[in-house]
């Protein structure tokens, strides 16, 4: 599919024509025969096709661990994800990341188990998470060798064979559920690109996976070593065509034993300020990883706790927890096990939320349901409680005047009716709420920011250099939570703010009132471009807006807009 192009050009569906009167009988037995066989092939690729239909959940060692672990240190988390009932939550798979293995290959090629840390072998492992009623997942990586210098799949350095089959062959017979394949040390050659090299290592691991014909998700990093590039983008055009998630980007803060409490808050805000604008790459099958739920490990509270766990339910994000399970908090359990949070977060729609509204310290989140009801989440960044009042209108509901929700507060449970939803969220915390509009509320319009995402500068909070809000005003700036950021995408191609559209005239970017005039037709693709024409996007040029030639991945033309 060209990476430029938003829509997606799906088969016609097959006619089925009734055998004819003559031979009806042969025909009947061919006819079967030729089911049979299509349902056969169709099933297998169903098999496939139907991997992760719902956000990935489990756990994994690396953000608590990294490589100070033992097979006991696995099963003593698989036993507390039991124990916990997390399991029993859908956290059902137990991944083990990377340090697992010995630098070196044997004399036949086949990867070594450190004896050290698996003196039974990786299989007794497997066998023993297996018999807990829960999913084995393994690390392994693309390159030559894995991020901690340990034997790699992918082809040697300075080229050569891979192992991606032999070692997809070796994880089948263990029985391995899940592979997560990091992006370290992948070889590139002599004038070839970084782009080609991933995907060629990504798509033969997923040719291994395929062959060997055990289902297993398989969990991509490669958009990670492409954040802060132009390849960025591309990259996100290739890898859901190979697994079923990926790692856009920065690794979220492990736990540092010599600070344990030291706080990793700013890195939670950071992950989901680059994967919030994502939305569009993902879709029940394919999803954007924000990386791992440290939610209740040390470094964080509570109340943080509760953020991360509301924001990844909103985007739809795999819930991976990495954290000494057996020391969290009943308090973090009931956080990290809350059914209501949950049922956002594995919605069938798979939908992320769209940005309604941002201010320097608070996200308004709003996120459409599989049956008609809607989610709506308030995250507040400051150290102090703040007071939030959320109008239907402010979500796209035109029948504003008389529109009536009920909205249920998913942390307490308890159920409210009205015109509005009004909330005190506590520093550092979220509030999460189901939403039911009635009848007189109408259908929501596509309502909320148009974000450019040009600049990857971490900050204080970890995004307000990462992404700017257009304004009606007739600037891309600091995002204020004013009215004029507030954005109504039309059915028509039309942006409008305060009553009016987004419009070209005399070659310049303005505000006019809102008509049919093609003027005012904007076409956003799935590289992020708001194109004016065939050959002109919408720029984001210092804190201007500007029309200019459409180019590939460029910082300041790729904007995220409110889903549909």
């Known amino acids: 599919m060209d990476p430029d192009n938003a829509s997606e050009i799906r088969p016609s569906e097959a006619m089925i024509v009734g055998p004819s009167r003559r031979r009806r009988f042969l025909q009947a037995e061919l006819v079967t025969l030729f089911v049979g066989t299509l349902f056969t092939i169709l099933a297998s690729a169903q098999t496939t096709e139907r991997l992760a239909l719902k956000p990935p959940t489990g756990w994994n060692d690396w953000a608590h661990y ?59 492992v497997a066998d023993a998470i297996h018999g807990l009623g829960l999913k084995f997942g393994i690390y392994e990586d693309a390159g030559y060798l894995t991020c901690g210098g340990f034997a790699g799949s992918g082809e040697s350095k300075g080229g050569g064979k891979d192992h991606f089959l032999q070692d997809a062959k070796l994880f089948a017979s263990w029985g391995v559920d899940y592979l997560k394949l990091d992006g370290c040390n992948v070889y590139v050659p002599t004038g070839g690109t970084q782009d080609a090299a991933y995907r060629k290592a990504y798509s033969a ?30 990259v996100l055009t290739w890898v859901g065509g190979y697994g079923q998630l990926w790692r856009e980007g920065t690794d979220i803060d492990v736990f540092d034993p010599k600070k344990p409490d030291a706080s990793r808050f700013n890195s939670i805000l950071w992950n989901y300020a680059y994967n919030l604008p994502l939305g569009r790459w993902q879709k029940p099958g394919n999803w954007n990883d924000a990386d791992f739920i440290i939610a209740g490990d040390r470094g964080t509270t509570l109340s943080e706790s509760r953020t991360q766990v509301a924001l990844w339910a909103m985007m739809s994000a795999p819930l991976i927890l990495s954290s000494d399970l057996g020391k969290l908090d009943p308090r973090a359990i009931a956080i990290l096990s809350n059914e209501a949070v949950l049922a956002i977060d594995q919605d069938p729609l798979g939908e992320s939320a769209t940005l309604v509204s941002r201010t320097p310290t608070i996200d308004i989140l709003f996120k459409r349901l599989k049956n008609g009801d809607y989610a709506v989440a308030i995250s507040n960044r400051s150290t102090n409680t703040a007071q939030v009042d959320v109008h239907p209108s402010d979500l796209g509901f035109s029948g504003s005047d008389g529109c009536q929700v009920e909205f249920e507060n998913l942390w307490s449970g308890n159920r409210q009716s009205g015109a509005s939803i009004h909330a005190d969220v506590e520093g550092h915390d979220a509030a999460i709420w189901r939403v039911h509009a009635g009848s007189s509320c109408g259908a929501p319009t596509r309502t909320g920011t148009i974000i450019l995402t040009a600049n990857e500068q971490k900050h204080e909070f970890g995004f ?101």
């Open 464 to 564: 307000e250099g990462y992404t700017r809000c257009l304004s009606s005003q007739g600037t891309a700036g600091a995002c204020t939570g004013s009215s004029s950021e507030t954005w109504v995408v039309g059915d028509d191609g039309t942006l409008g703010s305060r009553g009016s559209c987004l419009a070209v005239a005399d070659a310049k970017v303005i505000m006019q009132p809102c008509s049919a005039s093609t003027g005012q037709h904007w076409t956003w693709t799935r590289a992020g471009q708001l194109r004016h024409g065939p050959h002109q996007c919408l720029t984001g040029a210092g804190s201007g807006l500007t029309l200019q030639s459409c180019g590939h991945n460029l910082a300041d033309q790729i904007w995220s807009l409110p889903n549909r």
């Open 205 to 234: 691991q997923a040719a291994a996976l395929k062959e060997v014909g055990r289902p297993v998700v398989f969990s991509e990093s490669a958009p990670a070593y492409f954040q802060g590039t132009r390849g960025w983008y591309d």
């Open 66 to 124: 990294q490589c100070d672990f033992t097979a006991d240190d696995i099963l003593a988390n698989a036993q507390a994800l039991v124990k916990t009932g997390l399991a029993s939550h859908g956290y059902n798979t137990v991944t083990i990341d990377d340090c697992w293995m010995q630098k070196d290959r044997d004399a036949s090629g086949n990867l070594q188990v450190d004896p050290k840390r698996f003196p039974q072998g990786m299989k007794a």
